[in-house]
């Protein structure tokens, strides 16, 4: 399964990232709660929110960098 994560609102676009590829998306294709950052689903063509995905990541991505920066 494919990940699509919000890079960036960029006029009357989303940049969402999917397997690495940027992709523009209409942004009144996608709902109002979505920020830079978060993992979407799309559901009937939508973009939403993926709450549990988005968790996760964020997640991930906070244990990744504060291993990073301990010695």
């Not at 969402?16 to 063509?45: A, R």
């Not at 988005?54 to 301990?70: A, G, I, P, V």
Request: hydrophobic fraction near 40%; aromatic fraction near 12%; avoid cysteine.
């Amino acid at each position: 399964m494919s990940m699509i994560v919000l890079d960036r609102f960029e006029g009357n676009f989303a940049v969402v990232e999917i397997d690495g590829e940027t992709v523009n998306v209409e942004i009144n294709l996608v709902m109002d709660d979505v920020k830079e950052g978060d993992v979407l689903k799309i559901v009937e063509g939508f973009y939403y929110r993926d709450e549990e995905a988005t968790s996760n990541r964020k997640k991930y991505m906070e244990d990744r960098f504060k291993d990073l920066w301990e010695d």
